[in-house]
């Protein structure tokens, strides 16, 4: 009897192997179909337009605010401008409007229109005057992306931006 249980479990592994290897060579001759998918998405963007801009404010419409500046350039370098006479208009600068600009003036300090994404960005801006307010604005493709500001004597206003694509 126990002969025959051994013989019975040695048949039936037998045919267990038999039928897992007649599988898989059927599955290996036989043909393959295969799918290929394309999948597109949207070129992303190498450069942008980036503007540093400050603005100073000395409190009277006669005296000009003065700042010297440090900022970023599109090859990722420094760059710096010293004493620098503030005089433009804010309203003719930036890509919104103010209220009320009566004291304040503004300059344009660098405008790239291929800056690359992948650049750290940075404005510094510190002030001259023993009084007054500065800000330094980091403009990407005419948003607003970073603001600071800075009040008093020599004070200094910075803003970094990083852009990322998503």
């Known amino acids: 009897m126990k002969r025959l249980y051994l013989l019975v479990a040695l048949v039936f592994f037998t045919l267990i192997l038999s039928f897992s290897f007649a ?11 295969t799918y290929s998918e394309t999948i ?4 992303k963007p190498l450069t942008v337009d980036v503007k540093y801009i400050v603005f100073g404010d000395t409190g009277n419409d006669v005296v000009n605010p003065e700042v010297s500046v440090t900022y970023t ?15 433009g208009n804010p309203n003719d600068i930036m890509v919104y409007k103010l209220e009320d600009v009566r004291t304040i003036k503004a300059a344009l300090v660098a405008e790239y229109k ?3 994404i992948d650049n ?25 992306q970073k603001m600071s500001k800075a009040k008093g004597a020599y004070a ?11």
């Open 73 to 87: 350039n599109y090859q990722g370098g420094t760059e710096q401008i010293s004493n620098l006479v503030l005089k």
């Open 23 to 33: 599988c898989n060579e059927s599955s290996s001759t036989g043909s393959k179909t």
């Open 156 to 166: 200094i206003a910075e803003a970094n931006y990083y852009y990322y694509s998503e």
């Open 120 to 144: 750290f960005m940075y404005i510094s801006a510190q002030n001259q005057k023993d009084y007054g307010v500065i800000w330094v604005f980091i403009v990407i493709n005419d948003t607003l």
């Open 114 to 116: 291929k800056f690359p």
């Open 40 to 43: 597109t998405t949207a070129a």
